[in-house]
């Protein structure tokens, strides 16, 4: 069997650097513009999909398809991208992900059916996959180590804020121009990219250039859809039902196969040798335990804030602020406290201090006031954004450098599933947690007891936040008492979701316990297959 021997060294310069070339803030300005609009867009849309839905004629389920196919694509391809940029360089793979990124924008703002958007969204997801893992190689590549914890948490800070700022974007621009201004933003921010790109980053790639293990792009990425659209679809199928498991099942099977399948190829797509290294392993799954907490808290909050609470998407992304506000602070600071007291302490206090942001929020009640709001936002900021780059520095840190590409992959691909699996999984808590809570509430307001068909559908609208519209002429003091009551069983569910997330969180803590820091040095040479 042949092996390839692969060293994460540039090619020699043909000619003199150009100045700034290689700069490694520059590096780092270029590849944040590039994840901002990529986390951008997975939060913005949200808030003009009702716009969509009217100016397109698009039903429920096709505006499911505008996020899911999005994120589908993203999800499934990261890995792969991952190795396409330690093979043919992370700069080249994270041009034409700008570019391709940049393109898809501006037809997803052109097109004038729902089907189009929607084919264009899962290229733009394609694109953005490109993107992510090539841009934490960059940055390994381009900072010392005594400086790249510090990177990171800026690039952190980066994606913390634009994923939460996506909904306050969205609100000013889809209220003062048109659901079309969401994605043509990311037409001068990715020009600014590029020119940044081009001038400034110094390619790095494997200096051999080893095949792609085609077979292993083919079982990861079928095995990685059936993953995502399991969980993505278990609240509509059912989790019990026969289509989750069969997509759960042929995820296992599939899965199984490509295991065997890296142990065999001569250049796999994923040495298995990665998850020898403890770090790496307990890192992949904090990335998912923290996108399974923030992304599933951000859900819920969303509906609590603007089907409770009766607020507007940009007053509602206005509650969130201090979470905002509080990454563009807490992510350099957890850089700078990584690289002083290693990964393990900071990222366990970090995870300490989000059950306690959790369990203040799963007291929230019906009334909750802005500061009772921002001090557990406040902490998330403060208690996530370790984990984000604590986790971020071990994978990619204690990865060899030659496979840089598939580690940032795995860790982007570790958050986009975590961050499904909150969405969905707590989802699936909160809305039976409500059909329970229904009918206690609505004898405690002096309500007749629901019929079965009515107590479910109203199961599906309160699990939101809505309360479903009462037949004409029902007497304002029953509207009142069943939006009370409705409105006390989306708390009991949201409380029980916040529990959990809180447990997740703990458990977080002690798996931090596990890891150590990550080594940035070219090593000797590894042999990948």
Same mark, same amino acid.
């Given at each position: 069997?042949?092996?390839?021997?692969?060293?994460?060294?540039?090619?020699?310069?043909?000619?003199?650097?150009?100045?700034?070339?290689?700069?490694?803030?520059?590096?780092?300005?270029?590849?944040?513009?590039?994840?901002?609009?990529?986390?951008?867009?997975?939060?913005?849309?949200?808030?003009? !999909?009702?716009?969509?839905?009217?100016?397109?004629?698009?039903?429920?389920?096709?505006?499911?398809?505008?996020?899911?196919?999005? @994120?589908? =694509?993203?999800?499934?391809?990261?890995?792969?991208?991952?190795?396409?940029?330690?093979?043919?360089?992370?700069?080249?793979?994270?041009?034409?992900?700008?570019?391709?990124?940049?393109?898809?924008?501006?037809?997803?703002?052109?097109?004038?059916?729902?089907?189009?958007?929607?084919?264009?969204?899962?290229?733009?997801?394609?694109?953005? &996959?490109?993107?992510?893992?090539?841009?934490?190689?960059?940055?390994?590549? =381009?900072?010392?180590?005594?400086?790249?914890?510090? &990177?990171?948490?800026?690039?952190?800070?980066?994606?913390?804020?634009? !994923?939460?700022?996506?909904?306050?974007?969205?609100?000013?621009?889809?209220?003062?121009?048109?659901?079309?201004?969401?994605?043509?933003?990311?037409?001068?921010?990715?020009?600014?990219?590029?020119?940044?790109?081009?001038?400034?980053?110094?390619?790095?790639? &494997?200096?051999?250039?080893?095949?792609?293990?085609?077979? +292993?792009?083919?079982? %990861?990425?079928?095995?990685?859809?059936?993953?995502?659209?399991?969980?993505?679809?278990?609240?509509?199928?059912?989790?019990?039902?026969?289509?989750?498991?069969?997509?759960?099942?042929?995820?296992?099977?599939?899965?199984?196969?490509?295991?065997?399948?890296?142990?065999?190829?001569?250049?796999?797509?994923?040495?298995?040798?990665? #998850?020898?290294?403890?770090?790496?392993?307990?890192?992949?799954? %904090?990335?998912?335990?923290?996108?399974?907490?923030?992304?599933?808290?951000?859900? #819920?909050?969303?509906?609590? #804030?603007?089907?409770?609470?009766?607020?507007?998407?940009?007053?509602?992304?206005?509650?969130?602020?201090?979470?905002?506000?509080?990454?563009?602070?807490?992510?350099?600071?957890?850089?700078?406290?990584?690289?002083?007291?290693?990964?393990?302490?900071?990222?366990?206090?970090?995870?300490?201090?989000?059950?306690?942001?959790?369990?203040?929020?799963?007291?929230?009640?019906?009334?909750?006031?802005?500061?009772?709001?921002?001090?557990?936002?406040?902490?998330?900021?403060?208690? @996530? !954004?370790?984990?984000?780059?604590?986790?971020?520095?071990?994978?990619?840190?204690?990865?060899?450098?030659?496979?840089?590409?598939?580690?940032?992959?795995?860790?982007?691909?570790?958050?986009?599933?975590?961050?499904?699996?909150?969405?969905?999984?707590?989802?699936?808590?909160?809305?039976?947690?409500?059909?329970?809570?229904?009918?206690?509430?609505?004898?405690?307001?002096?309500?007749?007891?629901?019929?079965?068909?009515?107590?479910?559908?109203?199961?599906?609208?309160? !699990?939101?936040?809505?309360?479903?519209?009462?037949?004409?002429?029902?007497?304002?003091?029953?509207?009142?008492?069943?939006?009370?009551?409705?409105?006390?069983?989306?708390?009991? +569910?949201?409380?029980?979701? #916040?529990?959990?997330?809180?447990?997740?969180?703990?458990?977080?803590?002690?798996?931090?316990?596990?890891?150590?820091?990550?080594?940035?040095?070219?090593?000797?040479?590894?042999?990948?297959?």
């Amino acid at each position: 069997m042949a092996h390839a021997k692969t060293v994460a060294t540039p090619p020699p310069d043909s000619g003199a650097r150009r100045k700034g070339q290689g700069h490694p803030w520059l590096t780092l300005l270029a590849v944040a513009l590039g994840v901002i609009m990529v986390m951008l867009d997975g939060t913005v849309v949200g808030i003009a !999909s009702p716009v969509i839905a009217k100016e397109l004629g698009a039903s429920l389920q096709d505006l499911q398809w505008v996020t899911s196919g999005y @994120l589908l =694509a993203l999800a499934v391809f990261l890995i792969t991208a991952g190795k396409l940029g330690d093979i043919f360089g992370h700069k080249r793979i994270f041009v034409i992900g700008i570019v391709g990124f940049t393109l898809t924008s501006l037809a997803i703002g052109l097109s004038g059916s729902i089907e189009w958007l929607i084919a264009f969204r899962i290229a733009q997801g394609l694109f953005g &996959a490109l993107l992510q893992p090539a841009a934490l190689a960059l940055l390994r590549a =381009a900072f010392p180590a005594e400086r790249l914890n510090m &990177a990171i948490g800026i690039w952190g800070a980066a994606i913390g804020v634009s !994923s939460a700022a996506g909904p306050i974007v969205g609100g000013v621009l889809v209220e003062n121009v048109s659901w079309q201004s969401v994605f043509f933003i990311n037409i001068p921010v990715g020009i600014i990219a590029l020119a940044v790109a081009l001038w400034i980053i110094k390619e790095n790639k &494997a200096a051999t250039v080893s095949r792609i293990d085609w077979l +292993g792009v083919v079982l %990861l990425s079928v095995a990685m859809f059936c993953l995502v659209w399991a969980i993505i679809k278990a609240p509509e199928y059912g989790w019990g039902d026969t289509k989750t498991l069969a997509f759960l099942g042929a995820t296992v099977v599939l899965g199984a196969a490509f295991v065997f399948w890296q142990s065999k190829a001569a250049e796999p797509l994923l040495p298995l040798g990665l #998850f020898r290294n403890v770090s790496v392993s307990v890192g992949t799954v %904090l990335m998912m335990l923290m996108a399974f907490g923030m992304m599933g808290a951000m859900f #819920f909050l969303t509906f609590y #804030f603007q089907g409770v609470h009766g607020l507007s998407p940009l007053d509602a992304g206005l509650r969130m602020m201090p979470m905002s506000a509080g990454m563009i602070v807490a992510s350099p600071l957890a850089g700078f406290a990584i690289s002083k007291l290693g990964p393990r302490v900071t990222i366990a206090a970090g995870m300490l201090v989000t059950a306690l942001a959790m369990f203040l929020l799963s007291n929230l009640t019906i009334d909750t006031g802005y500061w009772a709001t921002a001090l557990p936002f406040a902490l998330l900021a403060f208690g @996530l !954004s370790p984990v984000m780059v604590g986790a971020t520095e071990i994978i990619v840190g204690n990865a060899p450098v030659e496979l840089s590409g598939v580690a940032s992959g795995m860790q982007q691909s570790a958050m986009q599933i975590g961050g499904t699996m909150g969405t969905a999984i707590l989802g699936a808590m909160m809305a039976a947690t409500v059909g329970n809570s229904l009918p206690t509430r609505f004898a405690e307001a002096g309500l007749p007891a629901l019929p079965p068909e009515q107590a479910e559908m109203m199961q599906s609208a309160v !699990s939101t936040g809505m309360v479903p519209p009462s037949a004409p002429g029902t007497p304002q003091t029953v509207v009142d008492a069943i939006t009370n009551a409705s409105h006390l069983a989306f708390m009991d +569910g949201l409380e029980f979701a #916040f529990i959990v997330s809180t447990g997740v969180a703990i458990v977080s803590a002690l798996l931090a316990l596990m890891v150590k820091a990550g080594r940035k040095s070219d090593g000797p040479t590894v042999h990948v297959g």
